[in-house]
């Protein structure tokens, strides 16, 4: 790992947003988000947006979810969910790592940090979709050994790439601090 992606490792912090999260942690999670759903991939294709941006951090709460924010200092620079779907599979939803974040280990973190809160929820399996045109993601999650699978429910989009993988064997930290 060279030195500026290091030291990128070590000013982030990973902190969970629930319930009783500081205010400014939800609104974080509600910026994110919403950069999240002006990308071109996810644009006009995430109907429920305003809804389910206003009942943030629902549903990602324990006992069976979680919502994460990673952030450098007072920056926010990441977000990301899991929900489990059904007894023993979780789902990673609305991951986002902000440009100026990217590359730099931001997106291993917080990948690392969503499949512990997996294992830590009960679940033995993790799935996720994501859009064709995001090469640079689909690469972090054949790192994480995930691998491709059918569509594994209603509502995902036709072009969506699904992916899954064990919960048992989470890649080594890095060391990103989690709040």
Do not use: N, S
Request: neutral net charge.
């Amino acid at each position: 790992m060279d030195a500026a992606h290091r030291d990128w490792q070590e000013m982030t912090t990973i902190a969970v947003v629930g319930a009783d999260a500081p205010a400014a942690h939800l609104e974080a999670a509600r910026t994110l988000m919403t950069e999240y759903a002006a990308l071109p991939h996810t644009a006009g294709r995430w109907p429920t947006m305003q809804a389910d941006l206003a009942a943030l951090p629902q549903p990602f709460v324990a006992p069976a979810g979680v919502l994460l924010v990673a952030w450098a200092g007072a920056l926010p620079l990441a977000c990301g969910g899991l929900l489990e779907r059904e007894p023993g599979i979780a789902e990673v939803k609305r991951m986002y790592v902000r440009a100026a974040a990217r590359r730099r280990g931001v997106g291993e973190a917080l990948l690392r940090a969503l499949l512990e809160h997996a294992g830590r929820i009960g679940a033995t399996r993790v799935r996720l979709d994501t859009a064709p045109e995001l090469l640079a993601a689909q690469a972090l999650y054949r790192r994480f050994g995930f691998t491709p699978i059918p569509h594994y429910r209603d509502g995902l989009l036709p072009d969506a790439l699904c992916f899954e993988r064990p919960v048992d064997a989470v890649p080594a930290d890095r060391g990103v601090p989690r709040t």
